[in-house]
């Protein structure tokens, strides 16, 4: 599967972005699908997943109540919800699919998009 992630920009803090991946070549429909970021000169962290059906989200500590993460089967798309970003969200944010153990842990996870930046200044 191709993930491709989009919607990363500049954003001052306080404000909201909507990050959004899209999958071609195989049907996400029953596989989760989640959010990683990476600050620089950081590991890339888990910030939000979703399982197939969407029934059950998952949130970094950090996110929860500001980020909302939600999946479009018919699509074959993962959007990220932002609100009242903080410069510590800033950072390369990662699509991922097809996860294997937990899915706290980005190495269980088997498939990555390249990557969209965003940057939030204070």
């Known amino acids: 599967v191709q993930l491709q992630a989009s919607g990363g920009a500049l954003v001052s803090a306080g404000g909201s972005l909507r990050l959004s991946c899209a999958a071609s070549?195989?049907?996400?429909?029953?596989?989760?699908l989640g959010w990683f970021r990476q600050g620089p000169g950081t590991e890339r962290e888990f910030e939000a997943a979703i399982s197939w059906s969407g029934s059950a989200t998952y949130y970094a500590d950090s996110v929860k109540g500001r980020f909302t993460i939600s999946r479009d089967n018919a699509k074959n798309t993962v959007d990220l919800q932002m609100t009242n970003l903080k410069p510590e969200d800033a950072g390369v944010y990662y699509c991922a699919a097809d996860p294997d153990g937990s899915w706290y842990d980005l190495r269980n996870w088997r498939s990555w998009g390249q990557g969209t930046l965003v940057t939030v200044s204070s």
């Open positions: 070549g195989h049907s996400l429909h029953s596989n989760g």
